[in-house]
């Protein structure tokens, strides 16, 4: 089995809106990776994604504890990693805005997406158990992420039930996607896989106050077949078919989801 690093499943990588302005683009940086890091200038309590990564229930003073947990904001430019196989595991992050892979390399030199994370969702995960990250985690487009230091928050945790609990719920959540996964690349065909993951976006799209008819992909084409197991011209082949078939509008990375209930079906037929 991989290792438990993808985040979401099956998934895809969405448009979201991006942060106000104002944030010092020159922090002083002493760090040697190319990521820099900036003071977090907009308290969890006001940040608009709460919801999506942070426990509900915390009344003020817990909430004040946890916001000077996540003391930093880090930010990755396109095509940069967060973190590489094989580092040092120390934090775990919180998308803020952008979007990211994570990938492993396989034995024939490519690398395998395992995922596709965006804003409210945590990287990192996958370091937990051995204290060593085992996969890449690298940014699709400019991005940001709150960075969380993970013994200050199984020291926090311990405190606060309501915090322990749900990131309990939290990694539960990841092993029933990973069991998705498995399911998605086992059973169905090339259509199916695809609609299914397309159907899996349009949930996420609107999870986040987005439309849930208009998609604007931040991965390639040959991405998506990494993550679904296809090979990238079956991938643009099936894209062309539901084009075709009048299911999609598909305009390079622009979609426009014209029949959902016809996506829905190829799944359902799936499982009979």
């Not at 940001?144 to 322990?164: G, K, N």
């Not at 719920?169 to 169905?188: A, T, Y």
């Not at 439309?211 to 090979?231: F, N, P």
């Not at 990238?232 to 426009?256: A, I, W, Y």
């Amino acid at each position: 089995m991989r290792p438990l690093c993808r985040g979401t499943a099956p998934a895809a990588l969405i448009h979201v809106k991006r942060t106000p302005s104002g944030l010092p683009k020159n922090a002083d940086m002493t760090f040697t990776c190319p990521t820099a890091v900036e003071p977090l200038s907009v308290a969890c309590a006001s940040c608009n994604l709460r919801e999506l990564c942070l426990p509900v229930g915390l009344d003020a003073s817990e909430l004040a504890r946890l916001e000077g947990l996540v003391a930093q904001r880090r930010s990755v430019s396109r095509g940069e990693t967060l973190f590489r196989h094989g580092e040092r595991f120390e934090a775990l992050y919180a998308v803020r805005t952008g979007f990211f892979k994570t990938c492993v390399g396989s034995e024939d030199g490519r690398d395998q997406v395992t995922g596709f994370q965006m804003a409210g969702e945590l990287l990192g995960l996958d370091g937990i158990s051995s204290d060593h990250h085992h996969c890449d985690a690298v940014a699709l487009e400019d991005s940001s992420v709150c960075v969380i230091p993970y013994a200050q928050l199984e020291s926090l945790s311990r405190e606060f039930t309501v915090l322990q609990q749900s990131f309990h719920r939290l990694m539960s959540r990841e092993i029933v996607r990973d069991h998705g996964v498995m399911l998605l690349l086992g059973n169905m065909r090339a259509e199916e896989r695809l609609a299914a993951f397309l159907l899996n976006l349009t949930q996420r799209l609107q999870a986040r106050g987005f439309s849930a008819y208009s998609v604007v992909l931040r991965m390639t084409r040959e991405e998506i077949g990494s993550y679904l197991g296809l090979k990238l011209e079956t991938v643009s082949r099936t894209f062309s078919r539901f084009h075709d078939e009048g299911l999609l509008d598909v305009r390079q990375r622009q979609l426009r989801i014209l029949n959902q209930p016809g996506l829905q079906a190829l799944v359902n037929n799936s499982r009979v």
